[in-house]
């Protein structure tokens, strides 16, 4: 079954790094996702993303988030400066233009000391 | 705009009993409602999703859920709980019309008692 796979599953990283979070979505899939779980909050959106441009953003993703697709298979979350509080664990999700189920990569752990 | 109200944050039961795992939604528009399940250390994985269609949703595992618009719920039910069912559940609501986030709800810890 087709699923969407994401790299590294874990990073630590130091306060003020620069820090890209690697997904490669379903291969027909054309919408999609950041979410991120902070530990023990819920699950919240962060960005989603069509037709090479960003549709919708939260509150959260600020100037110091950004995504990309630099090719036909990679999407990627970069975080120009790491705070503390970007510790979390970021799930990377994608859906095609027919259905509305998203699915989730198995999450990328980020901690930042 | 959208939110979902999980009443329970921790359900614990014996293996072989049924589980009930509550969820009420609130949506502007007509929602779609879907349960994720995440096991330690795992990614969130579908249980079953509710587009309109039928009322009674199946999953997989043997979950199913069933959608109430007058009590705006989405409860999920299982007959008979396994220990491979530990795990937290997210209820899930997005709406339909012109808007592909998904709101999550803030979990149910399931934990299966031997």
């Known amino acids: 079954e087709p699923e969407v796979t994401q790299t590294p599953s874990h990073q630590v990283t130091q306060m003020g790094q620069e820090v890209i979070l690697r997904c490669v979505p379903i291969s027909n899939h054309l919408y999609f996702y950041w979410y991120r779980q902070i530990l023990g909050q819920k699950v919240e959106f962060l960005v989603s993303?069509?037709?090479?441009?960003?549709?919708?953003k939260s509150e959260i993703f600020d100037d110091q988030f950004s995504v990309e697709r630099p090719d036909g298979s990679n999407f990627t979350l970069k975080i120009r400066s790491t705070k503390l509080e970007d510790s979390a664990m970021y799930f990377c999700?994608?859906?095609?233009?027919?259905?509305?189920?998203?699915?989730f990569g198995e999450g990328s752990w980020l901690t930042v000391v | 705009a959208q939110s979902v109200t999980q009443l329970d944050s921790h359900v614990s039961v014996s293996e072989g009993t049924p589980v009930l795992l509550r969820c009420n939604y609130s949506s502007s528009y007509s929602p779609s409602l879907f349960w994720y399940v995440q096991h330690p250390n795992k990614g969130l994985q579908l249980l079953l999703k509710?587009?309109?269609?039928?009322?009674l949703v199946k999953g997989i595992n043997g979950f199913e859920a069933e959608f109430k618009k007058s009590e705006t719920s989405f409860h999920l039910t299982k007959p008979s709980a396994h220990m491979s069912d530990a795990a937290e559940y997210f209820c899930v609501v997005s709406a339909q019309i012109g808007n592909e986030k998904l709101t999550f709800g803030t979990g149910t810890r399931l934990t299966i008692i031997p």
């Open positions: 999700a994608s859906r095609d233009n027919r259905g509305n189920t998203i699915y």
């Open positions: 993303f069509y037709n090479n441009e960003i549709s919708e």
């Open positions: 509710y587009t309109s269609a039928a009322t």
